[in-house]
Structures are given as C-alpha cells and as structure tokens.
C-alpha cells in the first residue's frame, strides 16, 4: 500500500513538475536587450520621410498607425480601436489611452510631455505630412482626401476631408472611391506624431524620433548602431493581461556585409540574422529557421516600345524560354515561387489557377521565327549590381542561349538604372516590387496602368485601354468580388501581353536563436515584424 | 634666421593650398554633375510622385543651370556652409565630425604599425642581407604588397573572431581598443609592406656610402653606425612614403570599414556615392584632399628635420 502511495505521489510530482516546466518555459520574460543587425544604415526615421525597408523596421517599432497588418496580411485595429465606413467617409474610433513617449535619448524630456494622443493629432500628423512642405515621398497614397490639391496648391490652409469630431473620433473623407484606402492608411508614413516635438526639432527632426510605438528612441551613432528601449507607458497587454512589450531594449547594429552578419550569428552576438546564400545549406535546416512567401515579384521588364519587344510573339517566347523551377533550385536554393503572373500568392486577388508560361523552348523558337527571328537575336539586359541579381542574369542568360537569343549583360548602380530605365532608354531591365500595402492595385494599377508609365512605376510602358479600365474599376469597386474579378481579368490580359519576364515571387526568411520567443515572420517580410510581442527565454 | 625661411615657406605652402582646393571643389562639382542618377528621384524610392521629385529638386537647387549651381557651392565651400546629406538631413560637417574619430583611429593606428614594423623589418633585413630571415621578411612583405584589403580583413576575421574568439569581429562596441585591432593590422599591412621593401633598400644603398664606411673606421659601435648615421638618411625617402600613403589609406579605409562595420568616413563616403548624396560627397572629398595636403606639408617639412642640407628657401 505504502508503494502504492509513492508511486501515486512520485506521477503527481513528475506531472506537476512537467507542466510547472512547460508553464514556466510558455510564460513570457520580462527583461533583455533584442541583439539584431541592419544591412544598411536607415537613413529615415521620420515617418514622413521613409521610403525603404531599413527605415520602415526601425519606425515600426517606434510609431504607429490607425491600422496595421497582421502577419498574414490582413488589416487589424492599431491605434484606431474600430471604424465605419458610409461611402467615401471613414469615421475611426480612437483607442483611448494611448500615450507619445514622455523621454527619449536616456532620459531627456520630449516636448509634448508624453501626453494622450487624440483626434487632434491625427488631423496635424494628416496635414503635416500632405503639406507640400514637408516633401513627403508618400504623402500622394492619400491624394483622394477631400481638398488634397486646394491644401497642396496653397489655395486652402488645411485638408477639409480630414476632421477630428471629438476627442477619440477622426473622420476622413476621400473625393472618390478608393477600395484600397484602409490598406494604405496602414503604411508607415501614416503614423501620429506629436507636433511639439516635430515642430522643436525642424530639420533635425529625424535624429529625434518621438511615437507612441512599444520602444522608445534612445541613442543613433551613424553607420554603427541604433538603440531604442521600452515605453513603459505603451498601450498595449498581452493575451494575458501583461504589460507589452517584454524586452527592456532593442539593439540593431549595421553590419554591411552579409558574411560578417552570419560570423556575429555564429558567435552569439545577434539573436536574428538574414541567411545569404553561401550560407543557406549550414541554416535551413536548423530548428528556428523560418521561411514563407512574401509579397512580392521579381520580373524582368521589356519595354514594349522598343525592338525587338514591340512584337507580342517575342515577348511570349521570351517567357516561355525559361525554366523558373529549375533556376530558382539551381541559382536561388529553392527560395522563391515560380511566377505565374503579377500578385503574388497571399495577396487578396491571387489566383493559384493562372495558367502563365510553363518551360517550353520549342515553342518560344517557333514564336521567334514566326517573329522574324528564327536564329534567335542579340540583347542587352540591364540590372542593378548585386551579386544575387547577377546569379539570376547568368542563370537565365544560359537558358535564353539555348533557344538562340544572346543576353549581354550590363550591371549599373540602382540610380542609374532606377533613372534610365524609367525614362523609357533600356528595353530590357530587372525590377521586383514588393507590397506598399496588401493589394492588387498596389501591383496591377501602379506597375501597368499606363497612367503610371515612367517614374510611378510602369516601366515597361504597357498600354492597354482595357486593362487600363480595369485596373481602374478595381480602384473604385468596393465590392470584394466584383474587385476579385476585375482584377482577375486585368492580369489575365497582362500575362496574354507579356510585358514582363515573370520570373518569381518572393520568400522572406530569418534565422533565430532558440531563446527567441514569439517571433514571426510577417508576410510583408521580416522588416515588418514588430517586437512588442517577443521575449527571450533566458 | 631659419625659423623665419621656414615660416614663410609654411605661408607659400598655404597660399598654394587655395588652388588646390579651388580645383579640387570643381572636379568634385563636374564628377557630381555629369554622373548618371538623379538624387531627388533616388529619395523617392522606386515608385515616385512627379510632383514631390521637382519640389525635392527646387529645393536641392538641382534644377538651377549648372553655372549657378557652380557659383552656389563654391559660395557655399568658402562661407563653410557646406548644406545638409540629401538622404538623411544630416549637416555635412556633423556627418564628418561623428565619423572622423573612427577613421583618424584606423589610420594614425595603421600608420604607427606600418611605421613601426615596416621600419624595424626593412633595418632587419638590410643588415642581414640574403639570410633566411632577410628573406622570410621579403617574403611577408610580397604578400602584404599583393594580398587586398577585403582578403586579409575577412582571414583576420575568420581566424582570430570565429575560430580563436579572442578578438571581436565587427562593430565598435563601446569604443574599447580591442575593436580596432583587426581594422588596423588590415589596414596598415599594404603601407608596411611597402616601407619594409622601401627602408631595406634605401637602408643597403647608405650603408654602403663612405661616410658609413668612415663612421664605421672611426670605431663606433654598429648601433650607432645604422641608427644615428645611416638610418636618418635612408629614412628621407620613406617619409616620402609615408606621405603618399594616406591617400592610400584613406581609399583603403572604404574595404576595411565594410568589412569591420566601421562608421567612419569610408562608409559614409561609399553610402554618398550610391545614393547621389552630393553635398555629402562634395564635402568628404574636401575633406580628404585637405587631409593629403596637409600631410603631405608636414612630410616636406619633417625633411629638414632628417637632412639639414635641406633649405626652406
């Protein structure tokens, strides 16, 4: 009986024990400092200012919006708690309590005090950015705002179609339907920023950032590193009810080189790295290794206004020459999704059944002979230099040789070709796009419509009235399905036409350590991510 | 009396400072001006609004005619107003001042190594001509001549960062010394290899002068024949050298702050040029040519210090 009792005693112990174990390993930690590398040097921090990735993961943390993604790219509250929409006026409802941060820089006391966020900030923040003098890259996503031109032009002092009702109501109105118009208001520029502060600093501004986002600004040495630490005043509670965020600081260092990024994983000095190729093989199968497609598409362009690309049948054979599967195993260790079409999968609008170009060189040949080329004809392709950009032109320039087409190749850097390639001079060029915000307009209208030929972003220089309309339709349509047509429709037409090499879309990937806790990799990439939530198990 | 001849050489030499750096601002101004990449454009990312590039440009002066923007820099050069980085708003002069430190460190420190070993190994050799270890230092020295930068950093690294893990292998960390070892030895190897080969070969040249010969009937101690007579006179052209050497460095400190993610002026430049960032590379490029007519001054004034013969008139 007595070892009965034991035994009895010693599985309740193991058992309790066991879960008191998985308890303790499951209950996030407070504490720490988040050890991370950026490949460059964000060169903004103001929200207004921010056009690159760099720039976005470091506001991200710092600033918030109405709304945001989630990781699977849907649009969740932030710091608008809900909102109504009747026909083209938006009203949000506020979260109450939410707080700009009250120091910055170790210590040093903000202007605004680290005062409630209301209404009133949003209509500043809304102005501040529109107004033409601030020169906001993005400040155009929001154009369709009622009295955009008349405030842009310096006829009207304000913008009339954005009002605070009360103190936690904002009301936005836009001069036309924009079924988007939700999920460009969840892009970074379109964060609150105290007027106090962004007024005290003027042009220094940058250096000082103040939000309301979970981690405060703390110091920047240009080129080296960017710490930001815990808003102990920040709005948001775990499932739980804990206090977000957990880690005390946030630590990014810049590291230029992707070896040396992979060097300082290896000795423990950052708990996140990006895995360059040479080092894929040693990573992916590790335990916290992540990957998943992202939103977004590599191509290469033929401007259709030039030779030998006016010609429809060269630009299928074109496409039909490649194998995608077979370079992205071969020159990209997997890490892509053969191309299809435009959207990219994940995005609203995605459809898994588009037929596309499959491999066939027999018959990109006979369409380049009924083109006028039977021995194929000589090219040149343009890319910005990277060494990963290079593999890919070597890889597919083997396999356009195969059906007689020779690719010469020519690497400038990003400005040259971002300046040439716009204005219409480079009839074959690399480009990829990655989402502004989760939507097909945001690739079908601003990479194709021909409003957009030239610096907007089409610069393949499509044509089509059709296409055109539909993009346009899909702009204005509110209705999920209709739009889901519309935009169906629209890429058909433009995978028909070929005005791109589709080569892949994109994967996002990151390589933790184990002690990383809730980290995930958004759809939108890894610089999406948000750290209020991850905590370190040590 | 030669205090004064070598004062009013200092002032010449200043004086002609001024169209050195006259033309320095226009090569900078006509390399900025007819480089490919509009700037205002790159800073709107890939997708720019038509309207918000001519309000950046307007305000960049990029769309006034070239004269003016000429006339405007050099304006701006000679008031020491040298504008804003179009990238991040930063001022010039603060984007070089926060950086200098790191790139005066990397430089001072790999001349002294340089220096220090070139001139002790160059010594070595040439007074223990065709031995075994005259040609191991030949040896080092050939490699330290071929090997560039971006190898010998990423080797440092791998040894003595990965693998050993007694150095750290990128970063400043809070500016401790031992951050700045493996950039330095990088980086003062090409100079160091250079001097050694120099200093031997100047050093076999005098030691074979009369005067050596003489010093050496006169009994004095070996010693004292190299170092007090020899050496001074073989150094003359090593100073020369050593001149010439920090324009070498200040190019080879772009690798070796890539490679040891350095912020220093290197980096900084790198960044300037990719993102058409003119002020910044403008005022960088001053900056660095002041540098190497100011070393290259206190090398031709340290001659009269080696050689009294030498005259400042």
Known sequence: MKKGYLAVFLVLMLVFGLTAVGYVADSPKYGGVWKDALQSNPPDLDPAQA????????????????????????????????????????????????????????????????????AEDWVWTFNHICDPATKSPRAYFVDMLVGYDEFREGSADCLAGVKALDKYTLELT???????????????????????????????????????????????????????????????????GNQL????????????????????????NLYQTYVDDPFYNNAKDRENYMQRPMLGTYYYGMNVEKEPFKDLKVRKAMNYAINRPALIDLVMNGRGTPAKGVIPPGMFGYNPDLEGYSYNPEKAKELLAEAGYPNGFEVTLQYN?????????????????????????????????????????????????????????????VLLNSENIGPKGNYSRYNNPAFDEWTKQGRLQTDPELRKEVYSNAEKLVVDEAPWVFIYHYTTHSLVKPCVM??????????SNKFRNVWLNK | MGVILMFAYLIRRILTTIPVIIGVILVVFILTTIVPGDP?????????????????????????????????FYKDVFTFNLGRSYRNNQTVVQAIVGRLPVTATLAIGSMIVAVLLGVSLGIFSATHQYTFLDYISMFISLIGMSAPVYFIGLLLVLLFATHLGWIPGTGLGNGEWIYYLLPIVTLGVRPMALIVRLTRSTMLEVIHEDYVTTARSKGLKEKAVIFKHALKNALIPVVTIIGLQTATLLSGVIL??????????????????????????????????????????????????????????
């Open chain 1, 51 to 118: 056009t690159d990735t760099t720039s976005s993961e470091m506001i991200y943390q710092m600033f918030e919006a109405l709304v945001e993604y989630d990781n699977e790219g849907n649009i969740a509250p932030l710091l608008a708690e809900s909102w109504d929409i009747d026909g083209n006026v938006y009203t949000f409802h506020l979260r109450e309590g939410v707080y700009f941060h009250d120091t910055i820089e170790g210590g040093t006391p903000t202007a605004n005090g680290g005062r409630e966020v209301t």
């Open chain 1, 174 to 240: 836009i001069d036309r339907p924009f079924a988007p118009f939700l999920a460009t208001l969840a892009y970074n520029t379109f964060s609150v920023m105290p007027k106090e502060d962004v007024e005290k600093w003027g042009e220094d501004w940058n250096f000082h950032p103040v939000g309301t986002g979970a981690y405060k600004f703390d110091s920047w040495d240009q080129d080296s590193k960017l710490v930001m630490v815990k808003h102990e005043n920040y709005w948001m509670k775990d499932n739980a």
């Open chain 1, 245 to 268: 965020p957990y880690m005390d600081e946030l630590e990014f260092r810049i590291i230029p080189d992707y070896t040396m990024m992979w060097e300082e994983y290896e000795m423990d």
């Open chain 1, 385 to 445: 230099t990277s060494k990963g950009h290079k593999r890919i032109a070597e890889g597919l320039q083997a396999q356009y040789q195969q059906i007689g087409i020779d690719v010469n190749l020519k690497n400038v850097d990003w400005g040259t070709h971002l300046d040439s390639v716009e204005r219409g001079e480079v009839p074959f060029f690399r480009m990829g796009w990655v989402a502004d915000y989760n939507d097909p307009d945001n690739f079908l209208y």
């Open chain 1, 518 to 527: 809730n980290y995930e990799l958004p759809s939108f990439g890894q610089y």
């Open chain 2, 40 to 72: 205002a454009r790159i800073m709107m990312g890939q997708r720019g609004d038509p309207e918000t590039i001519k309000l950046i440009r307007e305000e960049m002066g990029l769309d006034n005619p070239i004269p003016v923007q000429l006339y405007d």
């Open chain 2, 256 to 313: 070796t702050e890539t490679i040891y993610s350095l912020p220093g002026l290197g980096r900084l430049s790198i960044q300037a040029v990719i993102n058409r960032d003119f002020p910044i590379i403008r005022g960088v490029v001053l900056f660095m040519a002041l540098v190497f007519v100011v070393a290259n001054l206190l090398v031709d004034l340290s001659y009269g210090f080696f050689d009294p013969r030498i005259r400042y008139d």
